[in-house]
């Protein structure tokens, strides 16, 4: 089992940034991917952000691509997330998450970013 402590969330003005990190521990051999979701109230959970722990290749959400990078540090098992010209439609519970090679889930309890206008 993967264990996801997320920090860095707050209150943000329109335009401005933020940066996410996630620790993980536990069976921290086994992931395969790390990444970032985020949900807001009354909305689906949207999968922000991952990268793979092999490789390092990224990938992100149409909605946040050129504003947000998602970056490893695997002497450290942590995953960040720089968020960078911040809009009031990116608030939201934003929780870390990882994949092992059996395709398992795991998930943090994630952090609020809110960004006022």
């Known amino acids: 089992q993967v264990q996801l402590v997320e920090s860095g969330g707050g209150l943000v003005q329109a335009g401005g940034s933020l940066t996410l990190s996630c620790a993980a521990s536990?069976?921290?051999?086994?992931?395969?991917?790390m990444g970032w979701s985020r949900q807001a109230p009354g909305k689906q959970r949207e999968l922000v952000a991952t990268?793979?722990?092999?490789?390092?290749?990224?990938s992100y959400a149409d909605s946040v691509k050129g504003r947000f990078t998602i970056s490893r540090d695997s002497a450290k098992s942590t995953v960040s997330l720089q968020m960078n010209s911040l809009k009031p439609e990116d608030t939201a519970v934003y929780s870390c998450?990882?994949?092992?090679?059996?395709?398992?889930?795991?998930w943090g309890q994630g952090t609020q970013v809110t960004v006022s206008s």
């Open positions: 990268i793979t722990t092999s490789g390092g290749r990224t």
């Open positions: 998450y990882t994949i092992d090679r059996s395709a398992f889930y795991s």
């Open positions: 536990g069976s921290i051999f086994s992931i395969y991917v």
